[in-house]
């Protein structure tokens, strides 16, 4: 795990109002769990978070150096990212899904299949991506997964 590795907790998906407010695609644990970072690096540049609400499907969210709707349209599509250092810190047996992408993926009888390229979550659980040497890549269930510390092994029955 790099600690300076940058982790993306949100994407600016436009303008809300004309005062300069973001409307934000979240991918963590809603509103309250990004209340928790002072400020994101966004396009090379801080933003200070001043307050942020839920709305329909997402957030709202207003920052120190947005100060109108023009400013706050011109960061539709960026990102907003932490270091990986500043995420809180996880019991035994968790992970974040950002710590798994690049692990080499072997599976339980010790063949190596690639490396995961993504988790996915299709609202019926948690699916790792394997892209194999090759390029081809396929999914399997994170219930076939035995997270480790530097590789992920998988069950052999859900290797195709």
Do not use: W
Not at 63 to 90: C, I, K, M, N, Y
Not at 108 to 124: H, I, Q, Y
């Amino acid at each position: 795990m790099d600690p300076a590795r940058r982790v993306v907790l949100a994407a600016v998906s436009g303008a809300h109002g004309v005062a300069g407010e973001v409307r934000l695609k979240l991918f963590g644990e809603g509103p309250d769990s990004l209340k928790r970072y002072q400020s994101f690096e966004v396009d090379g540049r801080t933003l200070t978070l001043q307050k942020i609400r839920p709305a329909n499907h997402g957030a709202v969210a207003r920052f120190a150096e947005v100060a109108d709707r023009t400013a706050a349209e011109a960061l539709r599509g960026s990102v907003l990212t932490v270091a990986r250092s500043a995420l809180p810190p996880l019991a035994d047996g968790e992970y974040y899904h950002h710590d798994l992408i690049d692990l080499p993926c072997v599976s339980s009888d010790g063949a190596a299949l690639g490396s995961c390229v993504a988790v996915e979550n299709f609202n019926a659980g948690d699916v790792v991506e394997i892209e194999r040497p090759n390029g081809k890549r396929f999914m399997v269930p994170i219930a076939a997964v035995t997270v480790g510390e530097t590789q992920l092994t998988i069950d052999s029955d859900f290797v195709e």
